[in-house]
């Protein structure tokens, strides 16, 4: 039997990987303009991997986040305004404009950006989840997305032994998009199943389709279960971003052949289909819920545009050595 989903679950799923997507067009948009300040990394195609995720948390598990993490502070519940004055290096931005598009943060709902240093949010990650353990908090995990490319970092590993030998409650998701920059991962892995990575570590590890959002969603909610009661765990999340590495590739490594046939597994296509097909919500009401979504990301650009620059003076505060 077809597993039932609350109506309301699947409108909160369709609404924010809209949110994310529109965001990311945003922001592409705003980098053409020259108002987006350094580079910054889309995640278009992502989506799922991001919303299905953290739908399946509960509010208060910590989420480490990578520098492809708009969809995923978006998922995470982060204000949208706030969000793109970062963006813009604003001084309302969620981290005053000195975080910027690859450092978003917001500690008030448990969620932390991505550290300057490839794969070592999977070592803070494993410092929140020892925390959980020494307060004896209940119901509570800690979370770190990292990429394909991440998962050949020392770092990573390290955070793997660590979480293993002391057994935290850290669930590792990897979102693997097949690209490491511009590196394809078969040209940098002997065998290419990330899952894998897992058992010398003695944890479990699963592979499934990160564009399907259900699929995500369900594997992550039992995996949560699995890390509060057992353990650490690893969840690689197949997927493939649409967009390039940064605002400064060219694609040359790859085929608009290959680009193509990725966009018609998008997970918003495809989950669009699941909807329709299943009637729970009609194409005007799914088009509709993509309007409000522009319309909030409207809001948030003239909202970042309005604010005001950060002041030199403060250039020391937030410092921590």
């Known amino acids: 039997m077809e597993k039932q989903y609350k109506k309301e679950l699947l409108k909160e799923m369709w609404q924010k990987m809209n949110l994310a997507r529109e965001f990311e067009n945003r922001v592409q948009w705003l980098f053409s303009m020259g108002l987006v300040h350094g580079t910054t990394h889309l995640g278009v195609g992502e989506e799922a991997t991001a919303v299905g995720s953290i739908l399946a948390l509960k509010a208060r598990d910590y989420v480490f986040g990578t520098h492809r993490g708009h969809s995923q502070a978006i998922a995470k519940g982060i204000d949208i305004d706030h969000m793109m004055a970062e963006i813009l290096a604003k001084a309302t931005g ?57 998962s050949n970092e020392g770092a990573v590993f390290e955070a793997f032994n660590l979480a293993s030998v002391w057994n935290l409650p850290v669930l590792f998701v990897c979102v693997n998009n097949t690209y490491g920059m511009s590196t394809p991962i078969a040209k940098v892995m002997k065998d290419t199943d990330i899952a894998k990575r897992a058992i010398p570590f003695g944890m479990p ?55 193509n046939a990725w966009k018609e597994k998008c997970p918003i296509k495809q989950f669009r289909s699941y909807l329709t097909s299943h009637e729970i919500f009609g194409e005007e009401e799914l088009d509709e819920m993509v309007r409000q979504a522009k319309e909030t990301l409207d809001h948030a650009v003239e ?19």
């Open 94 to 150: 969620v981290c005053k404009g000195k975080g910027g598009s690859m450092h978003i943060a917001d500690p008030d709902i448990h969620y932390f950006g991505a550290d300057g240093v490839l794969g070592t949010s999977a070592v803070m990650c494993c410092g929140t989840a020892l925390a959980i353990r020494k307060k004896k908090e209940e119901d509570r995990i800690s979370v770190v997305f990292f990429g394909d490319g991440s």
């Open 205 to 259: 590890g699963e592979s499934i389709d990160g564009n399907d959002v259900l699929a995500v969603y369900d594997t992550i909610q039992k995996a949560r279960e699995y890390v509060l009661k057992e353990g650490p765990m690893l969840v690689v999340e197949n997927t493939y971003r649409i967009s390039g590495h940064s605002k400064s590739d060219g694609n040359l490594y790859r085929t608009k052949e290959e680009i």
């Open 303 to 321: 909202f970042a545009k309005s604010s005001p620059e950060p002041d030199v003076n403060d250039i020391y505060e937030d410092v921590y050595a």
